[in-house]
């Protein structure tokens, strides 16, 4: 174990509910088994992770982040890795602090590492012009103090990487590995659980993950699952991560064989996705390696339909156990879900595919590895 720790920094952290805090929480758990590993996060995260050292501030302000350096300064961090996505940091994505004090840290000798989750809003509408030319630049001012970058996905690690042609070997490629570890089910068990949702042994349980997440794309969802209603009257839709009151009726008429779970604990979900026999998870811009549910779901081996879009790391899942549909290609999608809930109980080597794709490119040594590789690779340039 390396005497000089890693320093995390994310805003929010188990138990509240947020993905990135959820990233952060279990790189954190997985670093600590290699390194001595510090988390810095707000107060009142009521933080339970007893694997790292747990370090809160006030807010994200000048004056709250100030409280860091008396810990830099007593830790002497090998790298400091900060979460980058905008609305973590403040009120409409704007936080001007927080790039400033990376200017400040590189300055002072410290390196840090910005893992990119989500760079900016997209112009797409003109309310979001003078937001996305703000946090454009919060980030760009952010990279000048990272001595390294992470970018969850490919198709913006080249886009980084083509802005900053001088800087090019300075970003990298960091998937986001499952927040979801799986908990032990034997058969019976998972028959058992079925039965509760309303399957017999033969209905596919057919699961959508947060389906009213962002850039979700429900109605292909619910068409899928409407066709495959037909052919199989007994199969189960199971919906995890969403309210029943949040339902729309346009999408769900007939809730007849829908399970709402709710928002359930990682363990919870994790017995019902070991339940699950399909899972639609259909993006507006494409599969990607940011997409933390469906590496969740791939780690419990559940077969995936999901699409082909612009933001779709290719070369990682171009010969990829998902089934993968365009983006504009309604037919081939449904066509794919009704191809893969016809027979489940033939799904046992698709099964040990996708666990085996998840473990070879996704799982959590995979990520901390290749952090640690590019962290300690910035340190020793100091």
């Known amino acids: 174990m390396s005497d000089r720790p890693v320093v995390l920094i994310c805003p929010k952290i188990p138990p509240t509910r947020d993905g990135v805090g959820d990233y952060t929480y279990r790189l954190g ?90 760079p900016y809003v997209p112009f797409d509408m003109w309310k979001r012009v003078p937001m996305g030319a703000v946090q454009r630049l919060e980030l760009w001012t952010l990279l000048l103090g990272s001595a390294k970058v992470a970018v969850t996905i490919s198709p913006w690690t080249r886009m980084f990487q083509t802005r900053f042609f001088w800087r090019k070997d300075d970003f990298f490629w960091l998937p986001v590995g499952s927040a979801i570890p799986p908990v032990a089910m034997d058969a019976d068990e998972r028959v058992v659980l079925r039965k509760r949702l309303g399957a017999g042994d033969r209905d596919p349980v057919v699961t959508m993950f947060n389906p009213l997440g962002t850039g979700k794309m429900l109605g292909l969802s619910t068409k899928a699952w409407d066709a495959i209603r037909r052919r199989h009257p007994g199969a189960v839709l199971l919906l995890i991560g969403c309210d029943a009151r949040q339902l729309a009726p346009e999408y769900f008429p007939d809730r007849s064989r829908v399970v709402c779970a709710g928002y359930v604990d990682s363990a919870e979900a994790s017995r019902l996705l070991s339940a699950s026999d399909l899972c639609l998870a259909p993006y507006i811009d494409g599969m990607s390696a940011r997409r933390s549910s469906v590496m969740a779901v791939m780690e419990h081996g559940v077969p995936i339909v999901s699409t082909r879009g612009r933001l779709t790391d290719s070369p990682v899942f171009r010969s990829s156990p998902l089934a993968l549909a365009d983006v504009d290609d309604e037919a081939g999608f449904i066509a794919e879900a009704e191809r893969l809930a016809e027979d489940v109980s033939a799904h046992g080597a698709l099964r040990d595919a996708l666990q085996a794709f998840y473990q070879r490119n996704f799982s959590w040594p995979v990520v901390s590895k290749e952090l640690l590789r590019h962290g300690l690779a910035a340190a020793a340039q100091s």
């Open 29 to 118: 758990a997985e670093l600590a088994k290699r390194h001595s590993v510090t988390i810095v996060t707000t107060e009142g995260q009521q933080p339970v992770n007893g694997a790292c050292r747990i370090v809160t501030v006030p807010d994200w302000t000048a004056s709250g982040m100030s409280r860091l350096w008396p810990l830099l300064e007593e830790l002497q961090p090998s790298f400091i890795n900060v979460q980058w996505v905008p609305f973590l940091w403040g009120r409409w994505g704007v936080n001007v602090a927080l790039p400033l004090m990376a200017l400040q840290l590189r300055r002072a000798g410290y390196r840090v590492v910005t893992t990119v989750h989500e």
